[in-house]
Every structure is written in structure tokens, then in C-alpha cells.
């Protein structure tokens, strides 16, 4: 079974409006971490934003939050008032227990509109 | 800051040629990845190293070799470079999980190489 799924090969979102990038995980391990990156056209990773899985509370940064819901294994990852800039691939990737590596989903494109 | 750097960034080979992918980190990360990234198919780890003189295998690791002999660089070998290598790879590198357990893996630009 994957451990990481993002269901939405692609997304197109009108400028200025939130935006909801779903991510949900498998792991049977209680400590993990849950992690997403931006690659634009450009092609380099940027690290977004953590959520631990015994963080209280949603993370945020910036424009960007995190939906944790533990029960559901969803980590969805969410955008405010989105810019043109925001356009690239959102890659969500998990670390469980005290493994060194981190597993990627396969990405959702987004693209935002004028 | 240079981060994490990968040479070289573009390279053409011919079937059956070897190469090697060099990373270097100035951020003292214990940690260090090779990954490759097709389309549809996200990132897959190759090899990894937790550690100098370390080294083990991820998910895609036949057909590629890889040493760290400084803290600072991982090499990424290509012994017998097929057609289905063609791929972008990228390095990556983070501290220890056990004591920075939300730190992230900082990744280079990325090397796009291309075999004929």
C-alpha cells in the first residue's frame, strides 16, 4: 500500500481564491512527521511547512496551514488567498518512527489563474 | 549560503558510459539522499547515508553506487549509464531526526541527465 497519496494529478484555482491540496498517509508507527514542498517550473524543492503527529496544534506558515486530522490520516495542505506565483507542484512526504527517510507522494499540480 | 550544491546540472550520455553526480552540503548535516524524479512518479530514493563512511540503499538503488568519504559531499556513481537512468537527480541532505526531529531535507537544484 503507498504511504503517501495525492489524489489530484492537477488543480486550477482563480487567483486571490484559498485552495486545498489533499495529502493522506499509512503508517502504523505513533511518531511520525508530515511534510510539504513546492517545485516550481524552475525545478528546485522548497520546503514549506512540518506537522508533527503529536503537534496540538495545525502548523502554519505564512499563507500556508495544515489540516492535520490524525483520525482520518489526512495532512491537506492549504493555501490562502493564492498568487500566480503559487503555480508549481506540491509534493507531500512523510518520516515515520526513527526512519532516516522520507516518502513522497507523486504530486498535485497547481495551477493558479488571472 | 550555498546550501546544498549539486555539479554538474545538465549532462548527455551515451549508453554504457559511467559518470559520477557530486553533492556537497556546508550546513553539517549528518544526513545525506540521492533521489531520482520521473514524471507521475514523484521522488524515489536511490541510496542514502546517515552518516561519513556510511551508506544504504532506498528504493531504486540497481544500476547506481554511492560514497561518502567526507561529511560535506555524496557521490552518486553510474556504472553503466541505460536509457532507462534518463531522469532528474536530486541531493538532498538533513541533520539527525533524533534531535531535530522536524527539521527538513534541503534539497540542490537538481542535475537533468539524459542517456542516448
Known amino acids: 500500500a503507498q504511504k503517501i497519496t495525492q489524489t489530484q494529478p492537477g488543480m486550477f484555482v482563480q487567483e486571490k481564491e484559498a485552495v486545498t491540496l489533499d495529502c493522506t498517509y499509512d503508517?502504523?508507527?505513533?511518531?511520525?512527521?508530515l511534510f510539504w514542498y513546492k517545485q516550481p517550473s524552475s525545478g528546485e524543492m522548497i520546503f514549506l511547512i512540518y506537522?508533527?503527529?503529536?503537534?496540538?496544534q495545525n502548523a502554519t506558515e505564512g499563507r500556508y496551514s495544515l489540516n492535520f486530522q490524525k483520525a482520518r490520516k489526512s495532512a491537506n495542505l492549504v493555501i490562502s488567498a493564492s498568487q500566480l506565483g503559487d503555480s508549481a507542484m506540491y509534493f507531500c512526504a512523510m518520516r515515520d518512527g526513527g526512519n532516516e527517510k522520507l516518502t513522497f507522494g507523486t504530486g498535485t499540480r497547481l495551477t493558479i489563474i488571472p | 549560503n550555498a546550501g546544498v550544491t549539486q555539479t554538474p546540472k545538465f549532462r548527455v550520455l551515451k549508453t554504457g558510459q559511467s559518470m559520477t553526480l557530486l553533492c556537497a552540503q556546508d550546513m553539517n548535516h549528518e544526513y545525506m539522499y540521492w533521489y531520482r524524479q520521473d514524471p507521475g512518479m514523484g521522488l524515489r530514493l536511490i541510496h542514502y547515508s546517515v552518516g561519513e563512511g556510511t551508506t544504504a540503499k532506498g528504493e531504486v538503488p540497481d544500476g547506481y553506487n554511492v560514497s561518502r568519504l567526507k561529511k560535506q559531499n555524496f557521490l552518486l556513481g553510474l556504472e553503466s549509464a541505460a536509457p532507462s537512468q534518463t531522469s532528474v537527480y536530486f541531493c538532498a541532505s538533513s541533520y539527525r531526526f533524533g534531535k531535530n526531529s522536524n527539521q527538513p531535507q534541503h534539497f540542490g537544484d537538481g542535475t537533468r541527465l539524459s542517456i542516448l
Open positions: 506537522q508533527g503527529s503529536y503537534d496540538q
Open positions: 503508517t502504523s508507527d505513533p511518531s511520525y512527521g
